[in-house]
Protein backbone atom coordinates (compact mmCIF):
# COMPACT_ATOMS: atom_id res chain seq x y z
CA UNK A 1 0.00 0.00 0.00
CA UNK A 2 1.34 3.66 -0.90
CA UNK A 3 1.12 5.88 1.56
CA UNK A 4 2.71 9.21 1.97
CA UNK A 5 6.08 7.65 4.27
CA UNK A 6 6.39 4.51 1.54
CA UNK A 7 6.16 6.99 -1.56
CA UNK A 8 8.66 9.62 0.26
CA UNK A 9 11.03 5.86 0.69
CA UNK A 10 10.43 4.56 -2.61
CA UNK A 11 11.83 8.02 -3.78
CA UNK A 12 15.26 7.72 -1.47
CA UNK A 13 15.60 4.32 -2.78
CA UNK A 14 15.37 4.87 -6.21
CA UNK A 15 17.57 8.30 -5.55
CA UNK A 16 20.32 6.06 -4.62
CA UNK A 17 19.66 3.24 -7.14
CA UNK A 18 20.09 6.06 -9.93
CA UNK A 19 23.05 7.26 -8.80
CA UNK A 20 24.46 3.19 -9.24
CA UNK A 21 25.55 2.73 -12.28
CA UNK A 22 25.08 -1.53 -11.89
CA UNK A 23 22.09 -0.87 -9.99
CA UNK A 24 20.50 1.32 -12.28
CA UNK A 25 21.03 -1.16 -14.94
CA UNK A 26 19.90 -4.38 -12.89
CA UNK A 27 16.56 -2.99 -10.67
CA UNK A 28 13.61 -3.62 -12.19
CA UNK A 29 11.24 -3.12 -9.70
CA UNK A 30 10.68 -2.28 -5.91
CA UNK A 31 7.74 -3.89 -3.77
CA UNK A 32 6.25 -2.35 -0.81
CA UNK A 33 6.08 -5.13 1.59
CA UNK A 34 4.87 -3.55 4.86
CA UNK A 35 5.22 0.23 5.98
CA UNK A 36 8.90 0.52 6.09
CA UNK A 37 10.10 -2.76 4.55
CA UNK A 38 11.02 -3.16 0.56
CA UNK A 39 11.93 -5.89 -1.83
CA UNK A 40 13.92 -5.29 -4.46
CA UNK A 41 13.88 -6.80 -8.13
CA UNK A 42 16.32 -7.59 -10.20
CA UNK A 43 16.62 -7.98 -14.05
CA UNK A 44 19.10 -10.59 -14.51
CA UNK A 45 18.59 -12.90 -11.00
CA UNK A 46 16.33 -15.46 -10.08
CA UNK A 47 16.08 -13.72 -6.06
CA UNK A 48 14.75 -11.07 -4.31
CA UNK A 49 16.43 -8.40 -2.37
CA UNK A 50 14.64 -7.38 1.67
CA UNK A 51 15.79 -4.27 2.00
CA UNK A 52 14.20 -3.41 5.14
CA UNK A 53 14.15 0.21 5.51
CA UNK A 54 15.93 3.13 3.95
CA UNK A 55 18.55 3.68 7.04
CA UNK A 56 21.85 2.85 6.13
CA UNK A 57 21.16 2.57 2.33
CA UNK A 58 24.80 3.25 2.06
CA UNK A 59 25.86 0.01 3.87
CA UNK A 60 23.44 -2.55 3.07
CA UNK A 61 24.28 -1.87 -1.17
CA UNK A 62 28.00 -2.19 -0.34
CA UNK A 63 27.25 -5.37 1.40
CA UNK A 64 25.05 -6.42 -1.26
CA UNK A 65 28.00 -5.51 -4.01
CA UNK A 66 30.50 -7.38 -1.62
CA UNK A 67 28.35 -10.58 -1.90
CA UNK A 68 27.27 -10.44 -5.19
CA UNK A 69 30.11 -9.97 -6.46
CA UNK A 70 31.59 -13.18 -4.45
CA UNK A 71 28.82 -14.76 -5.26
CA UNK A 72 28.89 -14.25 -9.11
CA UNK A 73 32.76 -15.57 -9.14
CA UNK A 74 31.47 -18.45 -7.69
CA UNK A 75 28.59 -19.26 -9.43
CA UNK A 76 26.33 -19.63 -7.21
CA UNK A 77 24.20 -16.75 -7.66
CA UNK A 78 21.12 -19.24 -9.21
CA UNK A 79 21.17 -20.98 -5.83
CA UNK A 80 19.67 -18.17 -3.98
CA UNK A 81 15.74 -17.31 -3.39
CA UNK A 82 16.11 -14.45 -0.97
CA UNK A 83 19.00 -12.43 -0.07
CA UNK A 84 18.17 -9.75 3.28
CA UNK A 85 19.92 -6.66 3.75
CA UNK A 86 17.84 -5.84 6.98
CA UNK A 87 20.05 -7.05 9.42
CA UNK A 88 23.03 -4.62 10.88
CA UNK A 89 26.02 -5.15 8.96
CA UNK A 90 25.08 -8.89 7.38
CA UNK A 91 23.79 -10.48 4.23
CA UNK A 92 21.43 -13.23 5.15
CA UNK A 93 20.73 -15.34 2.11
CA UNK A 94 18.19 -18.03 1.77
CA UNK A 95 18.82 -20.89 -0.63
CA UNK A 96 16.48 -22.36 -3.28
Given at each position: ???????E?????????????????N?????????G???????M??????LG??????????????????????????????????????V?????
Open positions: RITGSTLDAYVILEYINKDDFLRKVIGIHIEDEKYQLLFRESFVVNGVENLNGKFKNFMAFYAKAHKDKTLAEYATISLEFNNQVCTKI
